[in-house]
């Protein structure tokens, strides 16, 4: 509990290192961040699409998680992460995220990273604005997306 005297009771220079610390106390916390949705809206359409209509741009890395903000213009590739979980918020758009099942005609890309055609035997789960979508690691997943989506991601190691 933060105990004030009084203004009058209070040494002129007290008061002055009173009011200097003020800002120091209501400081945010060491790794706290935010970003607006200004920011998102704007870092979705910045990011180049590559050849799978794909654009990523990794907004924030804290150790063993991270935020990428994703844009898409059509259907993804099956993806497989092998240690991490994905956790999926929708912006914007509309798709189809199909879960589970076996990517078709897999094969590595990065280390722990897998990728496929697409997915057999998997389930259907539509996506629009406001879903949320948690994926473990190891489990197929992939978006069909008609038009355009644009999702936040947090990547989070799970080893």
């Given at each position: 509990?933060?105990?004030?005297?009084?203004?009058?009771?209070?040494?002129?220079m007290k008061k002055l290192m009173f009011l200097a610390a003020l800002p120091l106390m209501a400081a945010d916390p060491a790794g706290f961040t935010a970003y607006?949705?200004?920011d998102i809206q704007s870092r979705a359409k910045a990011v180049k699409l590559d050849e799978h209509k794909?654009?990523?741009d990794r907004v924030g890395n804290w150790g063993?998680?991270?935020?990428?903000?994703v844009r898409r213009e059509g259907d993804g590739e099956a993806e497989i992460h092998e240690t991490q979980v994905d956790v999926i918020t929708v912006i914007s758009g509309e798709g189809t995220l199909v879960v589970g099942g076996s990517?078709?005609?897999?094969h590595p890309t990065n280390p722990g990273e897998i990728r496929g055609k697409?997915?057999?035997?998997?389930?259907?789960h539509k996506m629009s604005a406001g879903d949320v979508f948690h994926i473990p690691a190891k489990v197929p997943?992939?978006?069909?997306?008609?038009?355009?989506?644009?999702?936040?991601?947090?990547?989070?190691?799970s080893k």
């Open positions: 509990m933060l105990l004030i005297a009084p203004a009058d009771k209070m040494p002129a607006t949705n200004a794909a654009g990523v063993n998680h991270a935020l990428l903000v990517a078709v005609e897999s697409s997915i057999t035997g998997g389930t259907n997943h992939q978006m069909l997306v008609p038009k355009s989506l644009v999702i936040q991601v947090v990547k989070v190691d």
